[in-house]
């Protein structure tokens, strides 16, 4: 209520002003066809001029203000996939039995172009994404995630990430499966039901990690060479992957 009435006031304010100032024109003058004539002139831009404003203008401040906010969410992105996601996605290909099915779909290249990065995105919604608990060890998981539980909690407390739906059902996947692996005194030797539940919580973060670091290598192989070229030199399917270039 108090912003409308400020709003109100300063509105009447300002027509009062320019009542003033055609009193002071005519005063002046004597010439009220010259005000009619401007003043017609000047209410007949009008249209244009909101034209101007609102869809032109704001159009573009809107679309900078976009790329803005797109740009500080794959810088948030990037930080998660250097703290943890690609460790993480280390330990889930790794104890993936049927990784060779998809390995070669996963080493991005130079050449990729948003047709490429769609049609492999696409083709791995149908992948059948398991864990070998057989292979998994869970200690070291749960030491991983942790670890960086704090940081997987500011990274939620960070507004930029209100209006990216993908990444935030990463991260709350994530978040769970530590938690999971937190609350567990023993990780050895887990009963079997509990295995298959967290076997279910670690293929839920497995496949919506993999979809959301090809949409992030897409992003650096547009936008950021020498980010992408590290990425590949370090990348998760590959095990023949190495930072040091050869």
């Not at 049609?119 to 070998?132: F, M, P, Q, T």
């Amino acid at each position: 209520m108090k912003t409308i009435r400020w709003q109100v006031w300063l509105g009447a304010a300002l027509v009062l002003a320019s009542a003033i100032l055609y009193a002071v024109h005519y005063a002046i003058f004597r010439d009220a066809g010259h005000i009619f004539i401007y003043l017609l002139g000047d209410i007949a831009f009008l249209p244009i001029e909101v034209l101007l404003v609102t869809l032109i203008i704001h159009g573009l401040l809107s679309a900078k203000e976009r790329r803005g906010k797109v740009e500080k969410m794959n810088m948030v992105i990037g930080a998660f996939f250097s703290e943890v996601g690609t460790k993480l996605l280390i330990c889930l290909s790794d104890w993936d039995p049927q990784l060779d099915t998809i390995r070669e779909q996963l080493i991005v290249g130079n050449n990729w172009t948003r047709r490429v990065f769609e049609g492999i995105n696409k083709e791995l919604r149908g992948y059948s994404y398991k864990v070998d608990m057989a292979k998994v060890n869970l200690s070291h998981l749960g030491q991983l995630l942790c670890a960086k539980k704090d940081f997987l909690v500011r990274l939620l407390e960070n507004p930029v990430l209100l209006e990216h739906e993908s990444f935030t059902d990463v991260l709350w996947a994530v978040f769970h499966l530590a938690e999971e692996l937190a609350c567990r005194e023993g990780l050895k030797d887990p009963p079997p039901r509990d295995r298959e539940h967290l076997a279910g919580d670690m293929k839920r973060v497995y496949n919506l990690l993999v979809h959301q670091w090809l949409d992030y290598m897409e992003h650096l192989k547009d936008n950021y060479p020498y980010l992408f070229s590290l990425a590949m030199r370090t990348n998760p399917f590959d095990q023949t992957a190495s930072p040091v270039i050869q």
